[in-house]
């Protein structure tokens, strides 16, 4: 089981610059791939990036090159550096931490762009 608590959200103008933390806990952190989600108000939760153990990342096509996911095993912390936001990107952003079929989510934190 691994713990985890989300950080970083707010309000930004379209265009604007966020940077989402997720700080893991009682685990073996590096041993596990990492991955933001999102779900915006009557939408499914959608993944926006994922990054494996060795640091393969993998992104949604709509936040290809805006977005950039990358981890610091050393403190058991993933982040999610978003860049020129748009309206749509306004979500809750959640943290996932897979291991094999085991899986944890963080609690959530919300994002929303707006003018």
């Known amino acids: 089981q691994v713990h985890l608590v989300e950080s970083g959200g707010g309000l930004v103008q379209p265009g604007g610059s966020l940077r989402l933390s997720c700080a893991a806990s009682?685990?073996?952190?590096?041993?596990?791939?990492m991955g933001w989600y999102r779900q915006a108000p009557g939408k499914q939760r959608e993944l926006v990036a994922t990054i494996t153990s060795i640091g393969w990342a993998n992104y949604a096509d709509s936040v290809k090159g805006r977005f950039t996911i990358s981890r610091d095993n050393a403190k058991a912390t993933v982040y999610l550096q978003m860049s020129s936001l748009k309206p749509e990107d306004t979500a809750v952003y959640y943290c996932?931490?897979?291991?094999?079929?085991?899986?944890?989510w963080g609690q959530g934190t919300q994002v929303t762009v707006s003018s």
């Open positions: 009682g685990s073996i952190f590096s041993a596990y791939s």
């Open positions: 996932h931490a897979a291991l094999g079929l085991n899986g944890n």
